[in-house]
């Protein structure tokens, strides 16, 4: 799988966003102007990166947003533009920046998602230890599949497993009864 630029998640962006999911900077630029003020920001930006600014000043009807656009590409060319997002140098609007944090929490997901296993790995195997639960035991009262939960397990191995498994795991195991010590297991005998 292909690793997510910001010119492809601006394409999938504005499609989302707009209520003809489409890429036609005419149409997008009609529909910021009047009934979706969300595109003005991500339509400027995939205007910018896909190197069609002159399509959308053209496009663009609304005589304020024109005038936004035209401020903000005179000050700005996409490659010094991405060096200042990435900094976070950026001089434009607040709003324009959110745009790129968006993008950069979606590229990132999967890493911040593996750190989260990797905290909740060592969680459970030490309540698998200090439970006394196999590690058979977790995948059939859970229903989960041997080989994904024992390289999770094993090996650390955050790509076999999901979030939701994971945390169902942990909170399977902090709600499985504590194992008996083998002190408190024999009966006191009388003095």
């Known amino acids: 799988m292909s690793k997510l630029t910001f010119k492809g998640f601006l394409r999938k962006y504005i499609r989302n966003l707009s209520y003809t999911d489409t890429c036609g900077l005419y149409q997008l630029a009609k529909e ?29 009807k609304n005589d304020k947003l024109r005038q936004e656009y035209t401020n903000h590409l005179t000050n700005n060319k996409s490659e010094v533009l ?20 968006s993008y950069l929490a979606i590229r990132d997901k999967t890493k911040s998602e593996n750190h989260t296993k990797l905290l909740m790995h060592n969680r459970i195997i030490k309540l698998q230890q200090d439970k006394n639960v196999t590690t058979y035991r977790l995948y059939k009262d859970m229903k989960l599949n041997h080989g994904n939960l024992t390289a999770f397990l094993k090996h650390a ?25 083998t002190h408190a297991a024999q009966p006191l005998e009388p003095k």
């Open 32 to 60: 910021a102007s009047t009934n979706n003020p969300r595109l003005c920001e991500p339509l400027f930006l995939y205007a910018l990166f896909w190197n069609k600014e002159d399509v959308l000043l053209k496009a663009t």
């Open 82 to 101: 991405m060096q200042e997002l990435i900094s976070g140098t950026s001089l434009l609007p607040e709003r324009y920046n959110r745009i790129y944090q």
């Open 157 to 181: 191995d955050c790509q076999k497993i999901s979030l939701e498994n994971v945390r169902k795991t942990l909170a399977y195991l902090e709600s499985y009864p504590a194992a008996l010590s």
